[in-house]
């Protein structure tokens, strides 16, 4: 019997019916909610692949039993562009080309905004922790850890623009 499951997707109160509360958000999200900007990895909460943002931390939507989510506030990749344009960790990835087959990018994206939505100024440690909880096959890392800089940077300059 399908189980009903109301929680906050992207800033919307969602509700849904799920059969199984032992499934994972990371399946709600890609084969019933159509949001495959998440990816998935490896299914085991290694990769970092299928990172979104659970009540502001960042968690493997692989873990994330769907039976626990009731009430709470999940955010994804989906959220981060609207009509202001990207986010500022999204173009820091853009301008130092912090992506090349772009599979890791969505979990880098999501751990970092989680990051800089509780620290706004990290140190050069937290950033390599970050990051370092994401596999990348393709780019090394470096351009990648630039990516992380230049959105640090880059979110500070928009805050003080703001005051
Ligand atoms: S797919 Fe979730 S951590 Fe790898
Ligand atoms: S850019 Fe290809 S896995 Fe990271």
Do not use: W
Not at 21 to 45: E, F, Q, V, W, Y
Not at 66 to 94: H, K
């Amino acid at each position: 019997m399908a189980v009903p499951l109301r929680f906050r997707l992207n800033h919307e109160d969602v509700e849904v019916h799920v059969q199984d509360p032992a499934s994972t958000l990371l399946d709600l999200l890609r084969n019933d909610l159509g949001l495959t900007g998440t990816k998935s990895g490896c299914a085991i909460g290694y990769c970092g692949a299928c990172t979104v943002i659970v009540d502001g931390r960042a968690v493997p939507s692989c873990l994330q039993l769907v039976g626990l989510l009731e009430g709470r506030e999940v955010r994804t990749i989906e959220d981060l562009s609207g009509p202001d344009g990207l986010d500022p960790v999204q173009t820091a990835f853009v301008t130092c080309a912090g992506m090349q087959c772009g599979f890791c990018t969505p979990g880098h994206v999501m751990a970092l905004r989680a990051l800089l939505d509780q620290e706004p100024e990290p140190d050069e440690e937290r950033l390599r922790q970050t990051v370092d909880g994401n596999y990348c096959r393709c780019t090394g890392y470096v351009k990648i850890l630039d990516s992380a800089r230049e959105a640090v940077s880059l979110q500070k300059s928009l805050t003080g623009e703001a005051r």
